[in-house]
């Protein structure tokens, strides 16, 4: 079984400040998502990384893939408390045949 | 089509009662997959649709459970005998099968009481 693992699983900031949140696994995937889910609401897909090495920027958010695409990072510049939310990373397994998700990070950012 | 789209938002059912949820997916995605979600944990993998065949379902999917996907499009999850415990968040995403990237409606919030 695929599993993923999220680091930290909490994380309250003040508005301003910059963080990194992780994604790790001891499996390769093809490919990770990363969404963002607020309460009472269905995840949101932020990005998908595909290549190891990979680097992606969403606006204040830089997603990388790792080389052996077994981990990922998201790291938000200058957080505002519109980014609070649960971030969640998830890769689609090795069968093509569903998406296995980590348990989150629950970002709390405080004006 | 604007996204996927998940029916009822929430339910409140009492214990014993059968339940169902419909979601209607992204019209060009095959793929449809079903995900329960408790508080402060990440979307746990029910059951995943490729058209109208059922192609996976999970050990947590009890014999209480059933999904369908009758034409291809949209899908029922029916839960029978509610217990407390399958009082969650249902999430229904949808994807091509040419393309990695699930998208997710709104859920639905089963409560049992």
């Known amino acids: 079984t695929q599993l993923l693992e999220q680091s930290p699983q909490f994380l309250s900031i003040q508005e301003g400040e910059n963080l990194t949140v992780y994604c790790n696994s001891s499996s390769v995937f093809s490919s990770l998502q990363w969404y963002r889910q607020e309460p009472g609401e269905g995840p949101v897909l932020l990005v998908t990384v595909v290549t190891g090495g990979e680097v992606k920027k969403l606006k204040r958010l830089t997603f990388q893939f790792g080389d052996a695409r077994k981990d990922s990072s998201l790291h938000i510049t200058a957080a505002q408390p519109g980014d609070t939310g649960l971030y969640l990373c998830a890769g689609e397994d090795n069968y093509g045949q569903n998406f296995v998700f980590g348990p989150g990070t629950r970002l709390s950012v405080l004006p | 089509d604007t996204g996927v789209s998940q029916n009822p938002r929430h339910k409140i059912t009492k214990r014993g009662q059968n339940v169902t949820f419909r979601c209607d997916p992204i019209?060009?995605?095959?793929?449809l997959y079903w995900y329960r979600q408790t508080l402060g944990q990440g979307p746990e993998f029910l059951t995943y649709?490729?058209?109208?065949?059922?192609?996976?379902k999970s050990r947590l999917l009890s014999d209480r459970f059933s999904a369908e996907r009758p034409k291809g499009s949209f899908s029922t999850l029916e839960i029978q005998r509610t217990e407390q415990g399958d009082s969650a968040m249902y999430l229904c995403?949808?994807?091509?099968?040419?393309?990695?990237?699930?998208?997710f409606g709104q859920g639905t919030r089963l409560t049992v009481v």
């Open positions: 649709f490729q058209n109208e065949a059922q192609l996976e």
């Open positions: 019209s060009e995605h095959n793929r």
């Open positions: 995403a949808s994807s091509s099968s040419m393309n990695t990237e699930a998208f």
